[in-house]
């Protein structure tokens, strides 16, 4: 895959018209009900910083990649995990909308096109970027990457994170892991220690 086309065509599609219906979607709900307004109003702050997160700290790393920089392979790995995390998030919000169509009003139809786009704009970083990026920092296959293997190593990252340090005398020594996918579990353990 191309991760530098990849990522333009998806800022172009999908991240440009975001940005530009947000606005008037808040707009063309002032009169809906108000748990409707609550609603879309916080997918649109989630989704605005989800968007400023992938332009500024994501993609740029992804296309350095696309461009042969392995050396900030291993710095998508957080990233990518938290987007991955974050779309969960988007999706929630996105079925509470999708509950609520039918009080939209005159913003149906527009509001519908905006969360289709929205599934579609996941779906595609999901299943398509994501995975070739991390195949690329991981060198390896594509078939082998497991975007929720990688979300649960993050993740466990943070609860440790939030735990006292054992004391140094009683650290468990490191496990050594005969699976395949050690590649993966170093990097994850290389983000726990530079954290
Ligand atoms: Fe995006
Ligand atoms: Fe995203």
């Given at each position: 895959m191309d991760l530098i086309a990849e990522v333009d065509d998806i800022?172009?599609?999908?991240?440009?018209?975001?940005?530009?219906?947000?606005?008037?979607?808040?707009?063309?709900?002032a009169g809906a009900p108000p748990e409707l307004r609550r609603d879309f109003a916080a997918l649109a702050a989630l989704l605005d910083a989800h968007l400023h997160k992938e332009e500024v700290i994501l993609f740029p790393a992804i296309q350095a990649l696309g461009r042969g920089d392995t050396d900030v392979g291993h710095h998508v790995l957080g990233p990518i995990a938290q987007m991955h995390v974050e779309h969960g998030q988007l999706h929630e919000l996105e079925a509470r909308l999708r509950a609520g169509?039918?009080?939209?009003?005159?913003?149906?139809?527009?509001?519908?096109?905006?969360?289709?786009?929205?599934?579609?704009?996941?779906?595609?970083?999901?299943?398509?970027l994501f995975p070739h990026a991390l195949a690329r920092a991981l060198d390896r296959p594509v078939a082998e990457i497991d975007l929720d293997e990688l979300v649960a190593g993050v993740t466990g990252r943070a609860d440790r994170a939030s735990d006292p340090p054992p004391p140094r005398a009683a650290r468990p020594t490191e496990p050594r892991s005969p699976r395949p996918a050690g590649r993966l579990r170093r990097a994850l353990r290389w983000i726990t220690s530079s954290r």
């Open positions: 800022l172009e599609r999908h991240h440009r018209p975001a940005k530009a219906a947000m606005p008037a979607l808040t707009a063309a709900l169509l039918d009080r939209a009003g005159d913003a149906t139809l527009a509001l519908t096109a905006f969360l289709d786009d929205l599934a579609l704009h996941a779906a595609r970083e999901d299943e398509t």
